[in-house]
Structure formats: structure tokens, C-alpha cells
């Protein structure tokens, strides 16, 4: 029988693996990659069996129907996610670019050049998804990966991963290059972050309390990835129904991920065509609305939102609505409750929509388009290991190429210093 490793052994393995895998050519990351995929697809009912026992044990612990969505797999969206993989192969790979090259005053040839981070560790919660995304996306950035997922999805995750090992086995290579966790105790992640001298960069994916945890507790870097308080601001200038589409888009076309709409800003003046249609969708959808004074009594069923509503992350078939008296307003009211991720406005105004662009300060702000936009694969990315809220290193999508390091290279000709 196999021994399990501690979390510390997982750590020595990977950073050995890491070293190994950074000497690996463009082309064969991609035949790894390639063998990934043929894995996960000859491998879909097992996966499916697997992430079955998860649903149930969701559903029997009465978990929210929009996490039940972010947690099911379906022979669909494994395709997709088998199709996620040959977009990361066709992405250009981005280790080894050469970013600058200038000459000193003594002739040294200075060069900045893309490289591994080396080994990458991320801590998520009932996305089985991201086990392939976190694992496809490190190997192509040459860095290896260690998974450390919850465990509403730990039967799904260990599945994926093995078929992942699988595939890396089969193109004859390393399978360390991707381990999993797979105690979902609190002490494993612990022990995780502070993996110091092992893992190089840590990225959190999940609730605000596991984000916050891994921020305050963690002795490694750390990317903090964002909570999605997203916003739609509704201009008195805005197209009615584009603010109708995008809104019904925005909130309920997947509602327990982190680009959903949680808050709807509505300036003063809208008109009843507007409510009209707001009120179709909140009784098509069966919304939950948390209101203000001014809109309470325009919206079907609403009830009196609290200061904690307009800045909660649903994750469920509810949101906040706070009515305004201009642009300004607006803009003030996302500022204070925002937790930086995206946000929209909906105005034919350009005046007004620059303004929005320029003031509002998140990591993807949009005018007359959904929040649901804000993604790895819909950025032109392939995929991502999260939305990143904070501004240094990377913001926004976490994909290829904010996944690498860089370092500087000189050439010389014998010059010495004075």
C-alpha cells in the first residue's frame, strides 16, 4: 500500500519535480497536455461517479443550490473542460520570452527574461474544475502544482487529479509535477501556507473566510484572489432592455460564481418600463431582492436591505439594490462596498460611461456588458487560477502569463566594476 506523504514531503517532492519540469521544451508540455486530455475523456465516468457521492453529500448537507451548480460535473462540461486544455496548447508559451535587452554605460548586455515561478500551491473549495485548470496552467508556465482542495468536492478532485498523473505517466514524464492533498483538514492547509522554502506562490480561490485565512495566516507569497461583490449600475441614460439583458445575465445565468451580479445600482429617474422588466425577472428567476427606501416598493416582494446586504456575496438566487441620484453617487457607493472585482454600467451616455471607466477602481469595470464576462477562457487566456483582486503582480484574471517570474541576464566582455 501506498504511503500517504505529509504536507511537507508533498512540498520537497514538488520543488524537485519543479526543477525537472523547468527543463522541459514548449512542445513537450504540449504532448503532456495532450495526454491529459485523453486521459480526462477515457476517464469521464469515473470522474462522474465520483463527483456523484459529492452532489449527494451536498445536497444531504442542504448546500445552497448555486453551490450544488459550482460543484456538478456533467459529461458537458467535462468537454469543456477537455476543450480548456487545447486552448493552453495553443497558447503562446510564456516562459523564456525575452522582455527587454539594453546596454549599460560599460557595454554589459542587460536582459529581462520570463521564468517558472517553480512550484505554485493553491487552496480552493467546491470547484472541482479548477483541479484541471490550477494543474494545465502551472505545467505550461513550467511550475509544479500542489492541490489542496475542500472536501464538499474531494472525491471529484482526487479523481481529475489522478486522471491528470495519469496523463503525464502516459507522455512518460514526471507525475509529481501535479499532487493533490488530499486530507481536507484545516491542519493540512495550515501547514500549506507556511510551506516556506518549498512553495513559492500560494493562490487562495473560495469564500471570503478561506481567502482572508490564507492572507493573514500565510508564510509563503500569496495572491489574493477576489470575493465578487460585482456590481451593474443602471444609468438614467441607459437602453432599457440592454440594461434588462445584461442584468438578468449578470445575476442568473450561473449564480454561485464569483462574476455574478450581487448588487444592482439604479439611478433615480429610471422609468416604469424599467422596473416592469425587473420585476419579470425577479418572478422568472424567484429573486430574493434586499432594497432600498426609494426602490422597495417598485420591486415584487422585496425586503428592506441592511448596510450588510450591500456589501454581501450572495452566491444564491438574491441581490442588493440601491438607488441613486447621479453618476457620482454611484461611483461613491460602489467604492465603499466593492471588493474590487468587476463592475458595470449600462448608459448610452459616453460622458458618463468614461467617467465610470476612469473612477471606478476594480479589476474589470465594463460598460454595457455583463460582470459574467470576467474570465481566464472569455479574456483570451485558455483559463485561470482566479480573479485577482489585489494590484501588485497581477490583477484580474490569474492566467499563463501572470503565472511566471522573471529574472536578468547579462553578457559580458570582462568589464569590472570601479
Known amino acids: 500500500m501506498e ?11 514538488a520543488k524537485n519535480a519543479s526543477r525537472e519540469l523547468a527543463k522541459i521544451s514548449k512542445g513537450e508540455k504540449n504532448r503532456i497536455l495532450n495526454e491529459i486530455k485523453k486521459s480526462l475523456i477515457a476517464n469521464t465516468e469515473y470522474i462522474l461517479e465520483e463527483n456523484k457521492k459529492d452532489v449527494e453529500a451536498g445536497r444531504d448537507n442542504n448546500m445552497p443550490d448555486g453551490l450544488v451548480d459550482r460543484l456538478l460535473l456533467n459529461e458537458e462540461r467535462i468537454q469543456s473542460m477537455a476543450k480548456a486544455i487545447d486552448d493552453i496548447m495553443k497558447y503562446k508559451d510564456p ?51 500542489i492541490l489542496r482542495g475542500g472536501k464538499e468536492a474531494i472525491n471529484s478532485n482526487i479523481a481529475i487529479a489522478n486522471s491528470i498523473r495519469q496523463g503525464i505517466r502516459n507522455a512518460g514524464y514526471n507525475e509529481d509535477f501535479v499532487q493533490i492533498i488530499k486530507d481536507t483538514s484545516r491542519k493540512s492547509s495550515v501547514e500549506l501556507m507556511k510551506l516556506k522554502g518549498y512553495v513559492d506562490l500560494l493562490i ?28 451593474v449600475y443602471v444609468d438614467e441614460d441607459a437602453d432599457i432592455k440592454k440594461a434588462l439583458d445584461i442584468v438578468k445575465n449578470a445575476k442568473t ?8 451580479m450581487e448588487s444592482l445600482v439604479l439611478n433615480e429617474n429610471l422609468d416604469k418600463s424599467f422596473y416592469d422588466g425587473l420585476n419579470k425577472i425577479v418572478e422568472e428567476f424567484n429573486l430574493k431582492v434586499y432594497a ?9 416582494k422585496a425586503v428592506s436591505a441592511t448596510e450588510e446586504d450591500f456589501g454581501k456575496e450572495y452566491l444564491d438566487y438574491a441581490f442588493s439594490v440601491k438607488t441613486v441620484g447621479d453618476i457620482d453617487e454611484a461611483i461613491d457607493h460602489i467604492a465603499k462596498y466593492s ?24 479589476s474589470s469595470v465594463y460598460v454595457n456588458a455583463s460582470t459574467r464576462f470576467t474570465d481566464g477562457g472569455e479574456f483570451g487566456k485558455g483559463a ?4 485577482s483582486t489585489q494590484k501588485l503582480h497581477a490583477r484580474g484574471p490569474v492566467g499563463l502569463d501572470e503565472l511566471v517570474s522573471y529574472k536578468y541576464i547579462i553578457f559580458g566582455n570582462g568589464q569590472i566594476r570601479e
Open 204 to 231: 487562495p480561490r473560495g469564500s471570503a473566510s478561506l481567502i482572508n485565512s490564507v492572507v493573514e495566516n500565510a508564510k509563503v507569497p500569496v495572491i489574493e484572489t477576489g470575493v465578487g461583490n460585482c456590481h
Open 3 to 13: 504511503r500517504t506523504l505529509s504536507v511537507k514531503e508533498i512540498g520537497e517532492v
Open 292 to 300: 432600498d427606501e426609494k426602490s422597495i416598493d417598485k420591486i415584487n
Open 339 to 362: 471588493t474590487g472585482h468587476s463592475e458595470a454600467i449600462v448608459t448610452e451616455s459616453y460622458e458618463n460611461a468614461m467617467k465610470f471607466l476612469d473612477e471606478v477602481d476594480s
Open 384 to 387: 485561470e487560477l482566479g480573479i
Open 95 to 145: 516562459v523564456g520570452r525575452v522582455l527587454s535587452m539594453e546596454e549599460n554605460y560599460v557595454g554589459l548586455k542587460i536582459a529581462k527574461k520570463t521564468v517558472p515561478i517553480g512550484v505554485i500551491a493553491i487552496i480552493y473549495e467546491a470547484r472541482p474544475n479548477v483541479t484541471l485548470d490550477a494543474s494545465i496552467l502551472s505545467l505550461k508556465a513550467s511550475s509544479a502544482i
Open 253 to 260: 445565468t450561473r449564480v454561485g460564481v464569483c462574476n455574478a
